[in-house]
Structure formats: C-alpha cells, structure tokens
C-alpha cells in the first residue's frame, strides 16, 4: 500500500529492521491502519513500532523497552538430555540395534540403567 498517488517507481521501498532488544524500524511508503481499516494517527515515512508491549503510545514506541528490559536475545539452548558418561561402544551398539527394528532387550550390553 502506498500513501502517494503516483506512479509505483515513484514509491519508496518499505523496509522493516528489527533492532536488538529495540522496536521494529518501518521505512517507506506504507499505510499502517487499526483493526478496522482506519489509518492510525502519527505515521511517517520512517516509523519505530514497539515490540515489547510497554509502550504507551502503542503500536508505536515511546522506548519503554528499555525501562523493562526487554530483549530479544534467544534464550540459552540447554541439550534435552546429558549423560553422566559417554556410551560406550558396547551401549552405542545396543542403541543402534533398539532403532534399526531388530529385537535388543533394555540395557543389553550394559549394567547401565535406560
């Protein structure tokens, strides 16, 4: 959508940059409407819309992410399972015949409890 009447090679291009721990950065030539289809007040060309849902001028930023602190760090990746020990080849075996459909009874080749 554009807000000029023109030609579409006259139009900017709508780019949109997510900033670390920040809102998004919306730039270009866009119609930013509510839920209804009414333009929302206060666009510009360049606008900053808030990602962390503090903002009081939402769906615009007012930097209330950072007296939240919020941040859009990943949460540190944790393995779903550890072992105490590596296997050994004797258990890495079991393994492998348990998932390839062959019959292994639990915990065959080792007094190590599944």
Do not use: W
């Amino acid at each position: 959508m554009s807000r000029t009447s023109g030609d579409a090679a006259s139009a900017r291009p709508v780019t949109v940059t997510a900033c670390a721990n920040g809102p998004l950065i919306v730039r270009g030539d866009i119609d930013l409407v509510d839920e209804q289809g009414r333009p929302l007040d206060g666009q510009r060309r360049t606008m900053a819309l808030c990602r962390c849902g503090a903002s009081a001028t939402r769906p615009f930023c007012d930097g209330s992410h950072k007296s939240i602190g919020f941040r859009t760090e990943p949460p540190a990746r944790t393995p779903a399972v550890t072992l105490a020990e590596p296997l050994t080849a004797a258990e890495a075996a079991a393994l492998v015949e348990r998932t390839d459909g062959t019959e292994a009874p639990v915990g065959a080749g080792s007094d190590r409890p599944d």
